[in-house]
């Protein structure tokens, strides 16, 4: 069988292993950092005060949209209303120090119309980091015929996703089977690599009603663009949404998330997350409580942080650089990779060389070098013309690049100068 | 917070590896067999050329980036490969005072003008090669060949422009041709070791297959087409792909980063239009180089070129 795919792009660096690393789980620390914001739109509102006791599974903030809950029970000992969040924004956030009980809040039976325990537990759809109940709602809204649940991990083969499929596979089968109950589309697909279908066929008992897509393992196929087209054939223009398609892609986490907190009645407070440890350069899957800063990880594994250069949350070709190993960790992380500082790349303001490896690679099907030269000298009504809005971002060019030019930088510097060019013009 | 800094830059934060230098590399070790082999065939003429290029190249090159303040960076081994590149058009036997003038065009004509190497809208020693063409016709048409009769000193290109296709084969068979043992200049006069170091380039991925692929195919359809319609007039196409310098154009020439072009779609026009104007040239022109010119005509096309796309994801 052809494996379904896209030309341009990256092979994924092999794996080692011949199937994902069962998840390890991180105890919490004494302390946890619980920003409210940990999701694209309005951050949530604080329900709690300085000093105030709180118990696993209580909210700590609300929004219309989604819910902080606390991950341990304890005391809330600080609200910092200028916390700066991953993509620089500001916005509150509790510091809780754990009272090493595990006391936790009574779930209300009556709570049982799934909408409402999705906000209650604030889940989020891991990867676009949208809560799930906007994204449900919408999704309902344009009818889902074809529902897509993401398996794919970004980077590495065995990642996080391929390892609830393989060690919690009736949970996420659950979830999956809940997503279904919601949308009640005609088809559901579930992508996986390659490599992890025969792990599937041995582990999991999958229902007649999804169809397992092998894919092969590329980047960037976990992105929603290449996933829906390698799934169903059809490309849409990214101003719009594949709902337009009546196409609607979910996590295989959030599923996974879902059949945890409405069968197993749990709070939304953990992270399965894969972690690059850093000494053996070695991947490992963990699940973390929520808001575990980012140096107690680094404990947890046994590394000294001296060693760490660099923090890059998300993957290596996509992720954002923290500033400080007090970061915790979020609902929008799905992988944490440290880098040795003999590891680290550095760009150069070189000319193109006009090689077109770039071109090659991206598979987007744009001209990265164009897009980047273009915004670099401020002449970015041209980079709009060679479609810089359809650029996912995903790195490929840049890492190709045989003069190290910082394309996705400059691409993203070209984005938001138009950005505010046509705002401006509204005006 | 903590004593210690991380660092934070924007994504990717990994790279392939991949570098100029790297490319520039493998482009050298490519055309290594090829000088070796001129070495061996014509003499330390060629060596003495190559190494007078490689040298007055590189020196032109610190002197310009020096005088107007830039960056040195003949580090990126670039213009050691342009050296090599041009030496291997020459006539063994040029003066060295000729050399020296086609190397300074190269490096100042070629590229540093325009900024540098990458900003160069032709290929650098085509420019030098055709200024020296134009201004040292004699000297640039003095071939030897050992161990002959000097009556037959004359490319095989040549026997065919001014004696027609019927007397080739009189003077060269396929196999002199392949293994190269014509008179020429160092990178015409064996295809096979320029095949050896083509092949090797696309096996390192250095060069992308569709420009010289499309190339070959262009010169090997055209002339094909024109040997089928008329037998005896026009040259055969296997004496098109081996003979004046058509290997060395597919490979090294026509695949110049900064002058070909970029898209999957213009790289495979490049090639067969070169490739069509190569046979042209030839056939009807009165120079017998017909490969040099018309991968520089053809760099003037890439900016054309580069404007076939391709379709953008959703459009």
């Known amino acids: 069988m052809r494996l379904r795919s896209f030309s341009e792009g990256l092979l994924l660096p092999r794996s080692s292993r011949s199937e994902p690393q069962p998840f390890e789980h991180v105890p919490a620390p004494e302390t946890l950092f619980l920003p409210l914001k940990q999701h694209q739109g309005a951050g949530c509102r604080p329900l709690l005060k300085k000093e105030e006791t709180v118990q696993r599974g209580q909210a700590l903030g609300q929004s219309s949209e989604t819910t902080i809950q606390s991950p341990v029970t304890g005391q809330v000992v600080e609200v910092d209303k200028e916390f700066r969040n991953l993509y620089g924004t500001l916005t509150t956030s509790l510091t809780i120090t754990a009272s090493g009980e595990m006391e936790q809040t009574k779930q209300s039976p009556a709570e049982s119309a799934i909408m409402d325990r999705i906000l209650h537990c604030g889940v989020i759809d891991s990867g676009s980091a949208q809560p799930l109940l906007r994204k449900l709602s919408k999704s309902q809204e344009c009818g889902v015929r074809t529902l897509i649940i993401n398996g794919l991990d970004e980077f590495f083969i065995f990642g996080s ?19 279904q109950h919601i949308l009640q589309p005609e088809v559901t697909y579930l992508a996986v690599y390659e490599q992890s279908l025969p792990l599937l066929r041995e582990h999991a008992a999958i229902p007649d009603s999804v169809s397992t897509i092998p894919l092969r393992a590329k980047h960037p196929q976990h992105k929603e663009p290449l996933l829906v087209s390698a799934l169903t054939g059809q490309e849409y223009p990214l101003e719009s949404s594949p709902l337009e398609l009546g196409i609607a892609s979910f996590s295989l986490e959030t599923a996974s998330t879902l059949a945890r ?18 000494e053996p350069e070695d991947q490992r899957n963990l699940i973390v409580p929520l808001g575990t800063p980012i140096k107690h990880l680094l404990q947890y594994l046994g590394r000294n942080s001296e060693s760490v250069a660099k923090v890059i949350v998300g993957g290596p070709l996509t992720g954002t650089a923290l500033s400080s190993l007090d970061y915790p960790v979020t609902k929008e992380m799905d992988q944490i990779h440290f880098q040795k500082a003999r590891d680290q790349i550095r760009f150069s303001s070189e000319v193109c060389i006009k090689c077109g490896y770039c071109v090659e690679v991206c598979p987007m099907r744009l001209m990265p070098f164009l897009l980047s030269g273009y915004s670099s000298t401020g002449l970015v009504d041209m980079a709009a013309n060679y479609d810089i809005f359809t650029c996912i971002e995903c790195g490929c060019c840049a890492y190709v690049c045989p003069v190290n030019i910082p394309l996705v930088q400059w691409i993203q510097v070209g984005k938001s100068r138009l950005s505010t060019h046509i705002r401006n013009e509204a005006v | 917070m903590s004593e210690f800094k991380l660092t934070v830059s924007p994504s990717p934060h990994v790279h392939s590896g991949n570098s100029l230098t790297r490319m520039m590399r493998d482009f050298i070790i490519a055309l290594l067999p090829a000088t070796i082999y001129g070495v061996y065939f014509f003499g330390m003429d060629v060596l003495r050329c190559v190494l007078i290029a490689i040298v007055s190249a590189v ?12 960056k ?4 990126n081994l670039n213009t ?21 003038i086609g190397t300074l065009l190269m490096v100042l004509l070629g590229k540093e003008i325009y900024g540098g190497y990458g900003s160069n809208p032709f290929n650098c020693v085509l420019i030098a090669w055709v200024a020296l063409q134009l201004s040292y016709p004699d000297y640039m048409a003095q071939w030897i060949l050992p161990m002959a009769d000097p009556a037959t000193t004359s490319t095989p290109m040549e026997v065919f422009a001014s004696q027609g296709s019927a007397f080739i084969g009189e003077y060269f068979s396929y196999t002199d041709l392949f293994l190269g043992r014509t008179a020429g200049f160092t990178g015409q006069v064996s295809a096979l070791m320029l095949l050896i170091g083509g092949s090797y380039l696309l096996w390192r991925k250095t060069i992308n297959w569709r420009i010289p692929i499309s190339y070959l195919a ?4 055209f002339a094909g087409i024109f040997w089928l319609l008329g037998t005896g007039l026009y040259a055969d196409p296997v004496f098109h792909l081996l003979a004046g310098g058509t290997m060395i154009s597919a490979f090294f020439l026509a695949t110049d980063l900064p002058s070909s072009p970029t898209t999957p779609q213009g790289m495979i026009l490049f090639g067969l239009g ?9 056939t009807w022109g009165a120079w017998t180089f017909g490969a040099f010119y018309a991968v520089l005509i053809f760099n003037m096309f890439t900016p054309f070129l580069d404007k076939i796309t391709p379709e953008v994801y959703g459009r």
């Open chain 2, 72 to 75: 040195l960076e003949i580090g």
């Open chain 1, 261 to 278: 907190i409405i069968q197993q009645n749990q709070p939304n407070t953990e992270k399965p997350l894969t972690v690059l440890d850093p």
């Open chain 2, 59 to 70: 020196v032109w090159e610190a002197l310009s980036q020096w005088l107007s303040g830039r």
């Open chain 2, 218 to 221: 262009g010169v090997f359809f």
């Open chain 2, 274 to 282: 070169a490739g069509i104007l190569t046979v042209t040239i030839r």
């Open chain 2, 80 to 100: 050691v490969f342009s050296g090599l590149l041009l030496a291997l058009l020459l006539p063994p036997s040029l003066p060295w005072w000729t050399i020296l």
């Open chain 1, 161 to 179: 996703r391929a390892a609830l499929l393989v060690h919690y596979p009736e949970q996420t089968m659950e979830g999956i089977q809940i997503l």
